[in-house]
């Protein structure tokens, strides 16, 4: 149905205006998805601020995320350590600079590209979200971890679900 989420509650429970009930729960429902690694913003006592993602459609590689959330600090020393091997002089993304914004967050501009390290696509991580936008991007993007398990050249969008 594409619901964000939903209402779970004890059978004869009833609603209590402006207070929270252990009766009553709300429960994301959250989309995963692997995205391939092309670029990242270094920043942070960690050296990385977040992890410019994507996936291939047609061999070219489409930007959908910069990813922050869930990369704690040792979360990001240890994927800088994974990522500085791959960096690589020319942005791999067909769709980068993008100036368009949308209400959940904005493309990178020509002007963003000057603080990004481009990286050769071969890095694949999971990533949770709650949704696509009208635009072709994540919202609420969160990495989970990587995925030594996947070729690169073979992530793509998935079909909803």
Known sequence: MGL??????????????????PHWLK???????????GGDRPGGSSGLDAVLVAY???????????????????????LLLKLKPLHATQCPFVDLPNESGSRWGSGVSAEDTKDMQWIRPQLVAQFRFVEWTAEGRLRH?????????????????????
Not at 4 to 21: A, F, H, L
Not at 141 to 161: H, I, Q, T
């Open 4 to 21: 964000e989420g939903m209402i779970v509650k004890r059978k004869n429970s009833p609603y209590v205006q402006d207070e929270r009930s």
């Open 27 to 37: 429960l994301k429902l959250e989309k995963q998805q692997e995205f391939v690694t």
């Open 141 to 161: 993007s969160a990495l989970m971890g990587l995925r030594l398990d996947k070729d690169a050249e073979k992530v793509v969008r998935e079909p909803k679900r």
């Open 56 to 78: 291939y459609d047609n061999g070219k590689l489409h930007f959908v995320a910069k990813a922050r959330a869930c990369m704690v600090p040792h979360v990001r020393r240890e």
